[in-house]
């Protein structure tokens, strides 16, 4: 699958946050997005995702111009930054919901074991980000937004993740935003750094430098 996005405009009180964007994503490769607060990288995930309605835009799959909004199609998950679950609801519940194995979890997250029937609203921020973004990674979609899944997480879930994210690769279309960029450029197969409404290509790390996001070495 490819996921092809520009002809993107989008304003705030006559301010245009968005509006030269080109982005390319494909099954078997991630796809991170870098930029400073404000650029629009959690604006795009949500257009993209469809709950967020541009003046302008033009989504397309595997060539197709996509009229519907995605989430309708039941083919795309994505974890926003701010919670995702209800609070009442348990984990052993939420499992579930996604139809995930909590037994597969815990045997890779394996401090987890013994909160299967906590609620929500019973974790730490951390705790919590990890169960959202594994939930949202590991669904039944197709398309995975994920927008800074390794904030308020320690860094041994992180690179657990990083290392879930590249199994599968193979079979998703992986997109990620998030603060972190060092994680950002080791686990993409391709980089977009958002500045001033445009998208702009990453090929080196050169590349950020030259744009202010990056101090040279």
């Known amino acids: 699958m490819i996921l092809e996005v520009?002809?993107?405009?989008?304003?705030?009180?006559?301010?245009?946050?968005?509006?030269s964007i080109y982005l390319r994503a494909e099954t078997g490769k991630i796809t991170g997005i870098l930029g400073r607060n404000g650029c629009g990288k959690t604006t795009l995930l949500r257009i993209i995702f469809g709950d967020l309605l541009p003046k302008y835009?033009?989504?397309r799959i595997d060539g197709t111009y996509q009229k519907s909004k995605l989430f309708t199609k039941n083919i795309i998950g994505y974890l926003p930054q701010n919670k995702l679950l209800p609070n009442s609801l348990k984990l052993s519940k939420a499992f579930k919901w996604?139809?995930?194995?909590?037994?597969?979890?815990?045997?890779?997250?394996?401090?987890?074991?013994?909160?299967?029937?906590?609620?929500?609203?019973?974790?730490?921020?951390?705790?919590?980000r990890v169960i959202e973004t594994y939930l949202t990674l590991c669904s039944s979609k197709q398309i995975i937004l994920l927008d800074e899944p390794f904030s308020f997480i320690a860094p041994i879930y992180i690179e657990k993740f990083k290392s879930l994210m590249?199994?599968?690769k193979k079979e998703k279309l992986i997109i990620l935003t998030d603060h972190f960029y060092r994680?950002?450029?080791?686990?993409?197969?391709?980089?977009?750094?958002?500045?001033?409404?445009?998208s702009k290509l990453i090929v080196t790390r050169e590349d950020l430098e030259n744009e202010g996001y990056l101090i040279p070495n």
């Open 98 to 128: 996604y139809q995930l194995n909590w037994e597969q979890f815990t045997g890779t997250f394996t401090s987890f074991k013994k909160y299967k029937n906590l609620k929500i609203n019973e974790l730490s921020s951390g705790e919590l």
């Open 183 to 198: 994680d950002i450029l080791e686990i993409s197969d391709s980089i977009y750094f958002l500045k001033n409404g445009y």
């Open 6 to 19: 520009d002809n993107i405009e989008l304003s705030y009180n006559d301010k245009k946050i968005i509006h």
């Open 166 to 168: 590249e199994s599968l």
């Open 57 to 59: 835009k033009n989504i």
